[in-house]
């Protein structure tokens, strides 16, 4: 994997961490909001839930329209199909081995029983 994607990754899996950032996402996901909106659903600070959303725009996850004085905040789950398809990759990973394994463990019963009717 590229340095590129590495460091998007790590953007990615850093931004969402956190459960007061991974809330701001499943609240964008229901419509796009105003940051003082936002910012009035949690117990922490306006300053505090800025710097979360400063980080969840740095990954990619967010975006950020001004409309007047209002700054408009929009999800956008796009960068979330890498980190998809890097868990993707090892799932098939594990699933694969799990099957290795269950084959294994299937043959090595089969032939345990085959000894012992022969004894």
């Known amino acids: 994997m590229g340095e590129y994607k590495t460091t ?3 953007e990615l899996f850093g ?3 956190d459960g007061t950032r991974r809330a701001i996402l499943a609240r964008l996901a229901q419509s796009d909001a105003r940051v003082t909106e936002l910012a009035s659903a949690f117990p922490i600070s306006l ?3 800025s710097k979360h959303i400063r ?3 740095r990954a990619g996850l967010v975006t950020r329209s ?3 004085r209002e700054h408009v905040l929009s999800l956008n789950a796009g960068p979330m199909a890498e980190a998809a ?3 993707e990759f090892y799932r098939r990973f594990w699933e694969d081995r799990l ?3 269950e084959a294994f463990v299937i043959k090595k019963r089969g032939t345990d ?3 012992s009717k022969k004894q």
């Open 8 to 10: 998007r990754l790590d």
């Open 15 to 17: 931004a969402v961490s």
């Open 47 to 49: 300053n505090s839930t």
């Open 55 to 57: 980080i969840l725009e």
């Open 66 to 68: 001004v409309q007047g």
């Open 85 to 87: 398809e890097w868990i």
């Open 99 to 101: 099957a290795a394994l």
């Open 113 to 115: 029983q085959h000894r």
